[in-house]
């Protein structure tokens, strides 16, 4: 078998060629994107993409579906992109002063410092105004790091409901730190 024969339907195919895939998504992964679609979540969406292409015979099972799954990989990543930049679903307009670079430690220097705790304050404060389920889902999923899988089996969901769940906790986080902002 020559290696544009080798057969994806082998898990040594898949052992030799998921690593470099999975370091391909990682480098392209921009980080606000990395915080809501994890690189593991992307490759493996990839992976059932290339597999579906298969099955329904629109590719052939050949070596070069490396190339083939980094395409996919690519074109998952600017979906996942375009999906949360939609201006609805857009985390930097709802949270505009809570952005990655404005929490602690982000800024140097004692104005720096001072900012960033009186952000602390202020979302410590918002969480502890949110319902109960609010506050476990934003804390497994942003300070824990938990995968969407995990969080949704600790809640007893499935994962498109624990996704939605968060989506509904952090546009009310928003709401309510936006209550607390100094008017002015």
Not at 105 to 132: D, K, V, Y
Not at 137 to 160: S, Y
Request: proline residues 5%; aromatic residues 6%; charged residues 30%.
């Amino acid at each position: 078998m020559t290696r544009d024969e080798e057969d994806v339907t082998d898990t040594t195919w898949w052992n030799d060629h998921l690593p470099r895939v999975h370091e391909f998504v990682r480098r392209r992964l921009r980080p606000e994107l990395r915080n809501l679609e994890g690189a593991t979540e992307m490759v493996q969406s990839a992976c059932g993409d290339l597999l579906e292409e298969l099955r329904h015979g629109r590719s052939k099972p050949r070596a070069r579906h490396r190339w083939g799954l980094l395409r996919v990989a690519l074109r998952k990543i600017v979906q996942k992109h375009r999906y949360h930049a939609a201006r609805k679903r857009d985390r930097r307009r709802l949270l505009p002063d809570f952005a990655p670079d404005g929490l602690p430690g982000s800024n140097t220097g004692p104005l720096g410092a001072m900012i960033a705790a009186e952000r602390a304050r202020a979302l410590a404060t918002a969480m502890q105004r949110l319902p109960e389920h609010y506050q476990r889902i934003i804390e497994w999923v942003h300070f824990e790091k938990l995968p969407h899988v995990e969080t949704a089996a600790r809640l007893g969901r499935t994962e498109d409901a624990s996704k939605m769940l968060l989506s509904r906790a952090m546009a009310r986080l928003a709401a309510e730190l936006a209550f607390l902002a100094p008017k002015g």
